[in-house]
């Protein structure tokens, strides 16, 4: 297994770099890794060797789980260096420029890398978050009794731990001095394969929305848009959720603003857009000139989506039917209730948010337009949903000083 392991690591990189010609994540991913020793060593040369602290991130939203505990531990230690890297281009461009942190490209899993890059990180303690299992690193860090721990992690019965091929990727689990899961069914779960090293924490991110959501600043523009009407937003849409918002549209009679934040803000998803909303008159966020009295704004713009939600009643999240759910705490914590598709079995928080009363699963746009007729039509529902999201969320946070008490 180990052999397969090794070369499937060799085939992928080789895979990304012949697609780095005509992709540009691809060329993202190889042209961050190229030199990789150099950089690293010159980025860490004023970094004091002592008390280092490495956290791996797989992309953007692993370090919002982690980004909690890095402030934590910034304030609470302040000689302990941050080091943070990226295995995707996604997390890395976006905070690569991270104050509290020394931020890298994580080097693919071989044996070689795996022992220079802890040569020169010098870590004492490292985090993994959530799903990051990479062997070689993993394996060198418990041979070096570097203590490794993962945190906000996540476990399915169908995993390759607890298949019979996967007993490789199940000696991992013993080798982090603790595993901080989410959710009862990951602990029950682990314990009953045998795996004791684990403690129930809940999920970091419950405590970033909460910082999130204080240090949250005004946005006048969204503010005047929006003009106190009942609001409906769209957070990180794909086509799927824009489509049964436009068949929701023709048939709503009630007055709404409608915010939509698209996944994909290229200038040729934005035309399509607009042309589906023709009849509509939307207007996008890149033209202030926008007024309030239209009814639909799209930010074709990153980084408003947070400031938002505080101006919406309701969110319709996007990547519930296939894409991948994108956070829904970051509306819940607003105190509004939460909207996806059907495919969310691998977040937990979907899950947790429908037995709280605030989350509501879509198969169709005909469910869509059921719930919001009875959200603009019951208020007395729609404040029993956004007080659902604002108690969930409060009654779920409290991981990160769970996790740095054990840790430290």
């Known amino acids: 297994m180990l052999f397969l392991y090794n070369i499937g690591i060799r085939l992928y990189g080789a895979v990304v770099l012949l697609a780095s010609l005509s992709n540009k994540k691809a060329k993202l991913f190889s042209e961050g890794r190229k030199n990789w020793k150099l950089k690293l060593t010159d980025q860490l040369k004023n970094v004091p060797e002592t008390n280092r602290i490495w956290f791996h991130c797989a992309s953007l939203g692993e370090f919002e789980q982690a980004r909690p505990l890095i402030e934590k531990i910034t304030e609470k230690h302040e000689k302990h ?238 990547g519930g039917f296939g894409r991948g759910l994108h956070n829904i705490l970051e509306p819940a914590v607003f105190g509004m209730p939460v909207l996806f598709g059907n495919d969310t079995a691998k977040y937990p928080e979907a899950t947790l948010s429908v037995k709280a009363g605030f989350g509501h699963r879509l198969n169709n746009a005909e469910d869509l337009i059921i719930l919001m007729k009875k959200f603009q039509e019951d208020d007395a529902f729609l404040v029993l949903n956004k007080h659902a999201a604002i108690t969930f969320v409060k009654e779920n946070s409290g991981a990160t000083d769970l996790v740095i008490r054990n840790c430290f």
């Open 81 to 318: 260096p941050i080091i943070v890297s990226f295995f995707s281009p996604s997390g890395y461009e976006i905070r690569k420029n991270y104050s509290l942190a020394t931020v890298c490209y994580l080097p693919l899993d071989t044996k070689k890398n795996a022992e220079d890059f802890i040569d020169i990180v010098k870590p004492s303690k490292v985090f993994f978050v959530k799903y990051e299992f990479w062997y070689h690193y993993i394996l060198t860090l418990s041979k070096r009794n570097i203590p490794v721990y993962l945190v906000s992690a996540v476990f399915r019965p169908n995993q390759v731990f607890f298949k019979w091929y996967g007993k490789m990727f199940y000696g991992l689990l013993e080798k982090f001095r603790m595993i901080f899961v989410q959710n009862e069914a990951s602990e029950i779960l682990l314990k009953e394969q045998g795996v004791d090293n684990v403690m129930l924490s809940g999920d970091t991110r419950y405590d970033r929305v909460l910082q999130t959501a204080e240090a949250s600043e005004k946005n006048y523009l969204i503010e005047r848009f929006t003009n106190s009407e009942k609001t409906l937003i769209l957070g990180s849409s794909w086509p799927e959720e824009e489509d049964i918002l436009i068949e929701f549209l023709k048939q709503n009679i009630h007055p709404l603003k409608v915010i939509i934040a698209p996944h994909d803000i290229s200038e040729n998803h934005i035309n399509n857009l607009l042309k589906k909303l023709d009849l509509k008159k939307p207007v996008l966020y890149s033209k202030s000139s926008f007024i309030s009295d239209s009814d639909i704004l799209i930010l074709d713009t990153i980084g408003h989506l947070a400031s938002a939600y505080r101006y919406a009643d309701i969110a319709l999240i996007g």
